[in-house]
């Protein structure tokens, strides 16, 4: 069966401290790796796609990279404003549907 | 407008009462969703529409009722609810479905007493 594991469940870091945030997963055909960003009272809003294990993704301060089992979500020297919940979420290539993760909630503290 | 935006914000209803969701999207897409999305659980995919036409409904009580006139409209009809079905409820949109680019409204948050 098809799924996704999010960790850490939530994140709290100090401004200008770097980390990572996990997306592990398990699929029969992987047709693409999502992820999302979501603030408070607001929907998801569409960060990177990746469709190969090896293949990296980078917008500001944010990178997303893919292996066969798991994505990661690497945040360099965050700011408050990189607060957010991020979503994964897995499509498989018999399904188009989009199996979600939980997310991960990060905090950043000025 | 752009993008995908979703009336009302913000929803109180009885368990007896009929309301409705409705979603408009301003990208050209072909594909619209409604998502339910609850604390701390992933996202659930209710309903799919593909031009129109209905290609997925996950096993929905039947208290919800899609509705999508138009490739750009989008509806969520309520009655006779359950307390469990407060949560936020999310529309989205993308070129086709089975897109993984989904661009989504900022919500309707549901409360039934």
């Known amino acids: 069966e098809d799924q996704v594991t999010q960790s850490p469940e939530a994140l709290r870091l100090q401004e200008g401290e770097s980390s990572s945030l996990n997306c592990s997963y398990t699929v029969s055909g992987l047709r693409g790796l999502f992820w999302y960003r979501q603030d408070p009272g607001k929907g998801p809003e569409f960060l990177f796609t990746l469709y190969s294990a090896g293949e990296e993704k980078e917008k500001e301060r944010l990178k997303a990279t893919l292996t066969k089992k798991e994505s990661f979500l690497h945040i360099t020297a965050p700011k408050p404003e990189d607060s957010a919940t991020y979503l994964c979420?897995?499509?498989?290539?018999?399904?188009?549907?989009?199996?979600w993760g939980a997310g991960t909630k990060l905090i950043i503290k000025p | 407008e752009t993008g995908v935006t979703q009336t009302p914000r913000h929803l109180v209803m009885g368990m007896t009462n009929k309301k409705s969701l409705k979603c408009e999207q301003h990208l050209g897409h072909n594909a619209m969703y409604w998502y339910k999305q609850s604390a701390k659980k992933p996202l659930e995919l209710m309903f799919v529409?593909?031009?129109?036409?209905?290609?997925e409904n996950n096993s929905v009580p039947s208290r919800f009722s899609p509705e999508c006139p138009n490739s750009s409209h989008l509806f969520l009809h309520l009655h006779t609810l359950q307390p469990e079905d407060s949560a936020l409820y999310l529309c989205?949109?993308?070129?086709?479905?089975?897109?993984?680019?989904?661009?989504f409204g900022e919500g309707s948050r549901l409360t039934v007493l």
């Open positions: 989205a949109s993308s070129q086709a479905s089975g897109g993984g680019e989904l661009f």
């Open positions: 979420a897995l499509g498989e290539d018999s399904n188009y549907q989009l199996i």
């Open positions: 529409y593909s031009l129109e036409e209905r290609v």
